[in-house]
């Protein structure tokens, strides 16, 4: 089972290195796609990772979808993922990733680290998760560990779960829904109806309902009202 780094920030420790920071994977250069669908943000990544000696061909697209029918011939190590992307939903890219894409390992780059995100992205095959706030030395950092064959979570990831384990802490009721679960309830609140999300996540509109009626029961919630209610108070979607 990989090991599992956190990051370590403002000590200037970086743990779970086990080579010099100007050398490769196993000798290696380490290829990269980037997706994001903001190209300040895509120029903003590449130039971080041109900088970099471990780095080799970076190249990138603007959307989950574009991903999965992006030029077979290039294989790339690392995956880094924006989250906050319009149409696929990050727990579905990151599925269809590891399909399409066996041979690369995802690193999740997302605006915050509210649980239950970061463990449900693991569970759906992440191996690494970022908030975007994160210093270029943490990202290179996560890099290296994650091409290494280690999971890697991020300084703030890592405390916002060490934080809802503490005793007495009442947590997010939103811990308790599964990777595919949390899925079905992001498209819930985003405004999707039954029949779509079924075609969007190829299950039965059946399925999708009684996912819904899961989600429901394990949030305490009386109606997807509610459960949008909640979804905003526990800093999971904005409030529209």
Same mark, same amino acid.
């Given at each position: 089972?990989?090991?599992?780094?956190?990051?370590?920030?403002?000590?200037?420790?970086?743990?779970?290195?086990?080579?010099?920071?100007?050398?490769?994977?196993?000798?290696?250069?380490?290829?990269?796609?980037?997706?994001?669908?903001?190209?300040?943000?895509?120029?903003?990544?590449?130039?971080?990772?041109?900088?970099?000696?471990?780095?080799?061909?970076?190249?990138?697209?603007?959307?989950?979808?574009?991903?999965?029918?992006?030029?077979?011939?290039?294989? *790339? /190590? %690392?995956?880094? &993922?924006?989250?906050?992307? !319009?149409?696929?939903?990050?727990?579905?890219?990151? +599925?269809? $990733?590891?399909?399409?894409?066996?041979?690369?390992?995802?690193?999740?780059?997302?605006?915050?680290?509210?649980?239950?995100?970061?463990?449900?992205?693991?569970?759906?095959?992440?191996?690494?998760?970022?908030?975007?706030?994160?210093?270029?030395?943490?990202?290179?950092?996560?890099?290296?560990?994650?091409?290494?064959?280690?999971?890697?979570?991020?300084?703030?990831?890592?405390?916002?779960?060490?934080?809802?384990?503490?005793?007495?802490?009442?947590?997010?009721?939103?811990?308790?829904?599964?990777?595919?679960?949390?899925?079905?309830?992001?498209?819930?609140?985003?405004?999707?109806?039954? *029949? /779509? %999300?079924?075609? &969007?996540?190829?299950?039965? !509109?059946?399925?999708?309902?009684?996912?819904?009626? +899961?989600? $429901?029961?394990?949030?305490?919630?009386?109606?997807?009202?509610?459960?949008?209610?909640?979804?905003?108070?526990?800093?999971?979607?904005?409030?529209?």
């Amino acid at each position: 089972m990989p090991c599992v780094y956190s990051g370590n920030k403002g000590t200037g420790q970086q743990r779970g290195i086990k080579h010099k920071p100007d050398q490769t994977i196993g000798g290696i250069m380490i290829q990269i796609l980037i997706i994001d669908d903001q190209a300040l943000v895509r120029t903003g990544l590449r130039y971080i990772l041109d900088k970099s000696k471990e780095i080799g061909r970076v190249s990138e697209v603007s959307s989950g979808e574009a991903a999965l029918s992006h030029n077979r011939s290039f294989k *790339p /190590d %690392i995956i880094l &993922l924006s989250v906050n992307l !319009p149409g696929l939903t990050g727990f579905e890219i990151t +599925r269809k $990733l590891k399909r399409s894409h066996p041979q690369a390992r995802i690193i999740i780059l997302a605006v915050h680290a509210k649980p239950p995100y970061p463990a449900r992205l693991l569970d759906a095959g992440a191996s690494g998760y970022l908030t975007r706030d994160c210093e270029a030395d943490e990202l290179l950092l996560a890099i290296r560990t994650v091409a290494d064959g280690h999971r890697y979570i991020g300084s703030e990831a890592a405390k916002q779960m060490a934080l809802s384990m503490l005793p007495g802490s009442t947590g997010s009721p939103f811990e308790d829904l599964s990777a595919r679960e949390m899925e079905v309830m992001l498209k819930l609140t985003d405004g999707n109806r039954i *029949p /779509d %999300i079924a075609s &969007l996540l190829c299950l039965s !509109p059946k399925t999708v309902s009684t996912y819904k009626y +899961r989600i $429901l029961g394990k949030l305490g919630a009386r109606s997807e009202v509610d459960m949008m209610r909640m979804a905003v108070r526990y800093g999971l979607v904005e409030a529209g």
